[in-house]
């Protein structure tokens, strides 16, 4: 017995929409190249959760469903139909839930995110101009 | 997938199940020994030298689910390993470690493990490195990052090492094909030495029985087609890493020590940011180790690249995403444990996929990881660093080494970390220590005659070095092992077409057989019947061919070295064209029948596949190759039980067949009277009641072991009577009965001089033991004989439906009387047994000690 493998497009949507959310905008790229890195963004994030062991990956899909439709309980609309705010608060109040399964939900995607995003080779051009140009490199300021 | 299909079996003399170092390592060491080889490896054949393996491709393509495999605990820990052709040697650094010194003594102490010693092992990883060309990397080619690291090192007068890798060219860290991994190394090697590769083939299921294993059931995925079939193979080694291996040993019922003690190598990583570029990833891999606080703590330089960066920074991403504008100048570190936490392995029922690894860090992780990231930011910062990010969730950016000391002492809560592990160990251990190993010092599974474990699963404990050059040199070690033993023990095999044969034995290597064959060449130490002027016709033991027939799935080693005229003959009581083969050459010799089957696994039919059809089939082939004489080993089970502990069975005695037992030897005794009335072979029947002595199976050491333990069960008042039967005196029956011209056509009960009632038996084990040094309890388990009753009560509605209990069997008979007469063999063939029951139990207690069976 095999778990089914595919994430429907309601996941994938989902998955789309928090991957747009939680992507810097660091380094700048235009919009075209944008959309490419996005779109492959979102295929490995979603290619990993397959790839999840068939005894984790029914729950992580019923977790994504959680996800997109808890949110009705506190915006009134799914997690796809939220403004930009509204869905980077959602993420924010599931990555720093003190439910450490919410927590592993956010940050399987994040991380997942984070390493298709900065190793595409779009971005690692882009990386590379940015580390050439000048003014790119200010002090070791922290976050306000 | 598309369909399934199911397809013919496969079959090769060694299958070896993974690609890994072990498994390469092994099929190399075999196929270059001469083996017919063959490898399984679940994941795809892809040429990894034409993809960087830290890319997000190789993650999809090459880690086991996609790199997202957790173990699960109070905080998941993330382990990667490999799933291709070549496995986690694809995917890693490349690191080479030999065993440090006191790892040997450790796994001497506690896993009891022989023949393990750095001298042993030294010639090992000495061959291995020269393969696989393990060097230093030259001074020009050091990453920065790693040069400002041993700087760090040096400034706080910390012990470090650089570590050699397997690599020929080291230029960068991911240059196409300079990593001498499995697949440039090994597996092309044993290939070329005629081992076959299938990839794209997953075990699911080890298909054994009684301990030997006849091969696997795989199924393979290609194009998205799924095709199922087995593999049957003369010995199966297990090769697919620390959980798998235990995984598909679990999901096919081998479960003894297996899965139970998964040891790994935790670790928590930190990004540094430095004044100067490191350019970290363009440079080679990182080389150095501080081994101030090894065994307890590891530091030491991470692969680089943005991605990898960014994750390790995503835990409080909002706070340290701003350090990703300054990536040239950062580098990522490592601070690791040996684990002093307990994992498992399981497989999920159902699931064909489905394992559970579970990893519980211990305080002592807890504290030595906390420590090992405080040590790690000392260092960095003692490098030049200016900043340093811990993967530890809610912590703030240090910017000291002041900040670092402080953190060591606190205890960073472990459900902070982020967890990550690449090693793992000891889900099979290896060793003599019974209570913990599920293999012995060599890799063969504990009750299994041709299954074998060949991977980082046997490693004891977690070693704190990398695993993957001890795993190979165990792996060779172990496989040359294999080849020693395998030419040692196996007797000549009978050629194509048989010579001539004097003498045909069924039922070696079993327990009566084996010491028959014994008998048979070497002569009996203080009996006269095999020397006896009626048995002429055996000829002497030197000069007289004997041939037995060993079914395929039995270890022969017991009977290697008896004698240059013994022969084996593969066959099996239910394939008549064996028997022929086995008959062949025989004409007017002697057939001994000895073999049977007394406890099948689950059903009665067996019982008449075996002793009855297999009786048929085997006197058939022996009256169409002209023996003179069969012998045939029956049982007291066709007569029953007695009326009393005082009667006595006799030839006379009216058949009573106890269960399905008795009644397919009852059958079986009506072929051998047929065959006697068509005059085409003489025939004689032997029917020996409960036997002991050498040689003899688990179930009978297990009697003893019980008397010590005084577990053993009396029924009612243990004066039920009981016929022994020693087996050299057995033996002596049987040659007498073989050359006796009296005896054709007859029937004999054979057994000790008198019966012994239950009592007497287990007084008489209990001195033994306590002669030995044995310490016993004084009484034993008394039960009313109602319990026996019912026990044969439920055996026989058991059997009624078909299906057999061994231990109802056992318990029904325990309150019966059976006890025989052997007046008729003394009186015609001039037997008289030599043995009695306290002589005979010792020489019984001295062979299971002398053979290493534990009592």
């Given amino acids: 017995m095999t778990a089914p493998r595919r994430l429907g497009a309601r996941h994938k949507a989902t998955v789309a929409r928090i991957v747009e959310s939680i992507t810097p905008t660091f380094p700048p790229l235009d919009s075209g190249k944008r959309t490419v890195v996005f779109a492959d963004v979102t295929r490995f994030v979603a290619s990993q959760i397959e790839a999840l062991p068939d005894f984790l990956r029914p729950p992580y899909k019923m977790a994504l469903s959680g996800f997109e439709w808890l949110a009705v309980v506190r915006w009134g609309r799914p997690f796809t139909a939220l403004d930009a705010a509204r869905q980077a608060a959602w993420i924010a109040l599931w990555s720093d839930s003190p439910v450490g399964a919410m927590r592993n939900f956010v940050k399987l995607i994040r991380g997942c995110a984070l390493l298709a995003y900065y190793d595409h080779p779009l971005l690692l051009e882009a990386l590379e101009a940015e580390a050439g140009g000048e003014g790119s490199r200010e002090s070791i300021g922290e976050p306000a | 997938m598309k369909r399934s299909d199911a397809g013919a079996a496969m079959t090769t003399q060694i299958l070896i199940v993974g690609s890994g170092a072990g498994g390469a390592a092994t099929a190399t060491a075999l196929a270059e020994a001469g083996c017919e080889v063959l490898i399984l490896e679940e994941g795809p054949n892809v040429d990894t030298s034409r993809i960087a393996s830290n890319s997000t491709d190789a993650i999809s393509l090459l880690y086991r689910n996609g790199g997202m495999t957790p173990m699960l605990g109070r905080q998941s820990t993330a382990f990667v390993e490999g799933r291709c052709v070549g496995g986690s040697t694809e995917i890693n650094s490349g690191f080479w470690h030999r065993l440090p010194e006191d790892t040997y003594l450790r796994w001497k102490a506690n896993e009891l493990l022989a023949d393990f010693t750095a001298e042993i092992m030294t010639p090992y990883f000495e061959r291995i490195e020269a393969d696989l060309s393990v060097s230093h990397m030259r001074p020009e080619q050091i990453p920065r990052s790693s040069v400002l690291f041993r700087e760090g090192a040096e400034r706080l007068g910390w012990k470090y090492v650089e570590v050699p890798r397997c690599q020929k060219e080291s230029g960068s860290q991911f240059a196409p094909g300079a990593k001498q991994s499995m697949q440039r190394t090994y597996i092309p090697r044993a290939i070329a030495a005629g081992a076959r590769l299938l990839a794209d083939c997953k075990a699911t299921r080890i298909v054994h029985e009684n301990g030997y294993v006849r091969g696997v059931e795989v199924t393979q995925n290609t194009d998205g087609t799924r095709r199922r079939f087995e593999v049957r193979a003369d010995a199966v080694f297990l090769c697919c890493g620390a959980i798998q291996t235990p995984a598909l040993l679990r999901r096919s019922g081998i479960r003894k020590n297996v899965g139970d003690r998964l040891c ?9 940011l430095f004044d100067e570029e490191v350019e970290a990833h363009d440079a080679a891999l990182p080389v150095y180790q501080v081994k101030e606080f090894w065994p307890t703590i590891s530091l030491g330089g991470a692969v680089f690249s943005p991605g990898f960066l960014a994750m390790t920074l995503s835990d409080n991403w909002t706070p340290y995403q701003h350090a990703m504008q300054d990536w040239t100048r950062m580098a990522l570190y490592y601070a690791t444990t040996r684990s002093m936490g307990r994992g498992s392995i399981r497989a999920v029922p159902g699931v064909e996929d489905g394992v559970v690894i579970r990893y519980e860090p211990s305080a002592a992780d807890e504290r030595n990881l906390t420590t090992g990231l405080a040590r790690l930011g000392e260092l960095l910062f003692a490098a030049g660093a200016k900043a340093v990010y811990p993967s530890v969730a809610g912590s703030p950016i240090l910017h000291s080494a002041d900040e670092c000391r402080g953190l060591g002492q606190q205890q960073i809560p472990i459900t902070s970390m982020s967890l990550s592990n690449v090693h793992a160990f000891s889900t099979c251990p290896m060793g003599e220590n019974l209570d913990i190993c599920a293999t012995d010092s060599y890799g063969k599974v504990y009750g299994f005659r041709n299954l074998f474990v060949n991977d980082a699963s046997l490693i004891p404990d977690a070693p704190g070095v990398n695993p993957q050059g001890t795993t190979m040199a ?38 009566l057989g084996t010491r028959l064959v014994e008998v048979l060449v070497r002569g009996m130490d203080d009996s006269s019947a095999a020397q006896s002027p009626g048995s002429a016709n055996l000829a002497g033991p030197a000069e007289r061919t004997v041939r037995c027939l060993v079914r395929p799935s039995d270890d022969p080693s017991s009977l290697a070295g008896l004698s240059d005229n013994l022969e084996i003959a593969a066959g099996d009581l239910t394939d008549p064209a064996s028997l022929r083969e086995f ?29 009855f059809e297999g009786t048929r089939n085997l006197l058939a082939a022996a009256q169409e190759a002209g023996v003179r004489r069969v012998v045939v080993v029956s049982s007291n089970s066709p007569i029953g039980c007695n009326p009393s502990p005082d009667h006595l069975f006799d030839e006379r005695s009216p058949y009573n067949p106890y269960m399905g037992y008795g009644r397919s030897k009852a059958r079986a005794e009506a072929l051998v009277h047929d065959v006697q009335a068509s005059g085409r072979m003489e025939t004689v029947i032997i029917r020996p009641p409960w036997f002991y002595g050498p040689h003899q199976p688990p179930r009978q050491t297990l009697f003893f072991t019980m008397i010590k333990d005084g577990r053993f069960p009396i029924l009612g008042d243990g004066n039920q009577k009981r016929s022994m039967a020693y087996v050299d005196n057995i033996c002596q029956g049987l040659l007498l009965a073989a050359s006796s011209p009296k005896a054709n056509g007859e029937t004999y009960w054979i057994a000790d001089a008198r019966p012994y009632s239950i009592n007497e038996v287990v007084a ?45 069997h056992v318990l029904g008979e325990m309150h019966q009387s059976i006890a025989c007469s052997i007046d008729k063999a003394r009186a015609e063939l001039g037997y008289e047994p030599n043995y009695e029951l306290q002589g005979g139990m010792r020489a019984s207690i001295e062979w299971c000690l002398a053979n290493g069976q534990r009592i």
């Fill in chain 2, 264 to 272: 790994i190598h935790p670790m928590i990583k930190a990004a540094a």
């Fill in chain 2, 474 to 511: 165990i792996a060779f070690r172990n496989a040359e092992h294999f080849m020693e033993a395998k030419q040692r023990t196996m007797p000549r095999t009978v050629a194509k077409p048989p010579g001539r044969a004097d003498v045909l034995v069924t039922g070696a290597p079993g327990w």
């Fill in chain 2, 583 to 611: 008959c062949r050459g025989a004409e007017g010799g002697t057939l001994f029948h000895s073999a049977g089957l007394i406890h099948p696994e689950r059903f009665v039919r067996d019982f008449d596949r075996v002793n």
């Fill in chain 2, 764 to 808: 008489t084990v209990t001195e033994v033991l306590e002669s030995f040094g044995f310490h016993c309890k004084g009484s034993q388990v008394r039960l009313p004989a109602i319990v026996g009753e019912t026990a044969r009560v439920i055996d026989a509605a058991l059997q009624s439906v078909g299906l057999y209990h061994q231990k109802f």
